[in-house]
């Protein structure tokens, strides 16, 4: 089994704030993932539930955490020699203990019992309770220290990635290619990988918000939308640039490259704390009508005629919250508070000019300014300012 770099001070520490905000009648109960057949006798690789590693830093299956706001035990699988032979060790009680700071370890033969007895008592909720994923979704959007600094790391590792890949882009190497640096670079680099299925989209295939065949040949005046990034730790980096695939622009796409990056800019400045995603899409869509005017994709007649026409050029929306999760929880109108850490990701798609642009980055809310937490790569980035 995997066992975390994060140490078990987070772990007690996010089950203290998750027991303040429990009331003394309520326990919640939190299952690990389950292990999913493939094929044969093949799995999917493991991938603990988000939910259940925040609060306990465990990362194998047949877990389950059963916490109250006075009353906490782990369950967890016994150690058996035989499977340990095929699939690798088990986590011995003491080991939980040691991750977790849990100090009531049981083997889950106990857990039907446990519940039948709590259940007289409490009100048992789980992870369908819409109220408890409100609590984990507001606990989860503000990083601990130590969540930062895997991030952080996330983060590096994947602006190194993208480094290594700008600077071998070329005409006529196929998508694929690039998918491939990307794994390579991750691994070297001590991940275990993605943290979602990379897009590596050329030409008319950056059209498609989520392209992930990624079997195109890079071809000549075109560019190539890369949206990407590797899980640290189990915490995401989440990384779009846009490049030319033959290592300059053309004037258009320039000038439309210009105004996303414009737009990036602007958008990031508003990610202050007590604003919130509604906030930043509402800006956002008023910077990218403007644009598209400016860029003669329509006139302002148009607009007022069709208040929706912009979303053929813009059909996503500019944030979402980046933690265990690379679409982490946390509402739209979640009022952004210091050491939230959110995407900025505008872009403009234009069908009939063959050209897909978006430019993301990842940035922490502080007390003051933004931090845009890729700043250096995007410095390195941007093929040409903006003039
Ligand atoms: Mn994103």
Known sequence: MRITKLSRELFIRNRQ????????????????????PRNGDQIFP???????????????????????????????????????????HILSKEEVK????????RYDSALDKTLDNLHTNYKLIGQEDKRLMNIMASLRAIKEPQELEALKRAIEITKNTYLKIKDSIKVGMMEYEIEAMMIYEFVRQGTKGHSFSPIVASGENALC???????????????????????????????SMTLPINGVFTSRQQEVYNKVLEIHNKVKQEMVKGATINKLNYICIGLIKDACITLGLFTKEDLEGDEQIYKQYYP??????????????????????????????????????????????????????????????????????IS
């Open 17 to 36: 704030k998750l027991q303040e905000r429990l009331d003394e009648k309520t326990i919640a109960i939190f299952y690990s993932s389950d292990e999913y």
């Open 46 to 88: 493991f991938r603990q539930d988000s939910n259940l590693f925040y609060l306990s830093g465990i990362e194998q299956p047949n877990t389950t955490l059963v916490i109250g706001k006075n009353f906490c035990n782990i369950f967890t699988n016994k150690t058996d020699p035989h499977t340990e032979t095929w699939t690798g």
């Open 209 to 239: 918000l989520h392209y992930c065949d990624n079997d195109s040949e890079l071809k000549d005046n075109e560019l190539v939308l890369l949206d990407f990034g590797c899980e640290y730790e189990n915490y995401a980096a989440d990384l």
């Open 98 to 105: 040691a991750i977790s700071g849990i100090k009531t370890v």
């Open 316 to 385: 996503h929306g500019v944030s979402h919250f980046l933690g265990l999760d690379a679409h982490d929880v946390g509402a739209k109108d979640l009022e952004f508070l210091p050491n939230m850490v959110l995407t900025c990701e505008p872009g403009l798609y234009i069908k009939e000019e063959n050209i897909g642009i978006r430019i993301e980055t990842d940035v922490l809310i502080t007390e003051t300014q933004p931090i845009d937490l890729f700043a250096l790569v995007y410095s390195q980035l941007t093929p040409q300012p």
